[in-house]
């Protein structure tokens, strides 16, 4: 089992950047797959981003890998998810999430992949 914890509340203006940090222990993150949630009030949870366990090869939603970049620092076992130019529509909850090494592309999205989540980072935006 893999424990996340994320980093606190965050309250930003439009165009402002902010990094969300997801920390894990229980396994190194070489051998996790690591994803970005985000749900919205009154709305599912969807995928944002991951960078996988084998060469860190990263994934990013469309609507905003010209945006959001994943990375991660394998000696602090922590992953990381830049976030820049952020508008009112980014406005969320931000899960971290774990999976198996082997999740193969076409899989990240899916919530259901990942066993292990943060406790969600809420991020408001105002206009």
């Known amino acids: 089992q893999v424990q996340l914890v994320q980093s606190g509340e965050k309250l930003v203006q439009t165009g402002d950047s902010l990094r969300l940090s997801c920390a894990a222990s229980g396994r190194p993150l070489r051998s996790l797959t690591m994803a970005w949630f985000r749900q919205a009030p009154g709305k599912e949870r969807e995928f944002v981003a991951a960078?996988?366990?084998?060469?860190?090869?990263?994934y990013a939603a469309d609507s905003v890998k010209a945006r959001f970049t994943v990375s991660r620092d394998i000696g602090a076992n922590t992953g990381y998810l830049q976030m820049n130019n952020l508008g009112p529509e980014d406005t969320a909850v931000y899960y971290c999430?774990?999976?198996?090494?082997?999740?193969?592309?076409?899989?990240?999205?899916?919530?259901?992949?990942?066993?292990?989540w943060g406790q969600g980072t809420r991020v408001t935006v105002s206009s």
């Open positions: 960078i996988k366990a084998s060469g860190g090869i990263t």
């Open positions: 999430a774990a999976g198996s090494e082997r999740l193969i592309t076409s899989s990240l999205r899916a919530t259901s992949n990942y066993g292990d």
